[in-house]
Nanobody
Framework: QVQLAESGGGLVQAGDSLRLSCAAS????????MGWFRQAPGKEREFVAA????????YYADSVKGRFTISRDNAKNTEYLQMNSLKREDTAVYYC?????????????????WGQGTQVTVSS
């Protein structure tokens, strides 16, 4: 099992920046991808970004490309999501996720491990 714990959410204004962190524990050696998803009220959970746990490959949803940056620190078993130029439509609960299978799948159903979520609210 892998346990995930997010931190760093909050209330910011449009145009501001925020960094989310996710600490992984447990069987971290089994992780192949770490990722971020988000869910706005009344909407389905959607893919935001992912990173290979070893290597430099990163993947982004079109809606955040150029504004968000995913990174990881393997020594700390932690991934990060740097969010710049935030927009009101970025308001959501952000979830950290981990996947142990080879091949990136953006559907939330393909990710086995989840954090509890952290709220990000962007006001205009």
């Amino acid at each position: 099992q892998v346990q995930l714990a997010e931190s760093g959410g909050g209330l910011v204004q449009a145009g501001d920046s925020l960094r989310l962190s996710c600490a992984a524990s447990g069987r971290t050696f089994s992780i192949y991808y770490m990722g971020w998803f988000r869910q706005a009220p009344g909407k389905e959970r959607e893919f935001v970004a992912a990173i290979r746990w070893s290597g430099d490959s990163t993947y982004y949803a079109d809606s955040v490309k150029g504004r968000f940056t995913i990174s990881r620190d393997n020594a700390k078993n932690t991934e990060y999501l740097q969010m710049n130029s935030l927009k009101r439509e970025d308001t959501a609960v952000y979830y950290c996720a981990a996947r142990s299978n080879i091949g990136l799948v953006v559907s939330p159903r393909a990710w086995a491990y989840w954090g509890q979520g952290t709220q990000v609210t962007v006001s205009s």
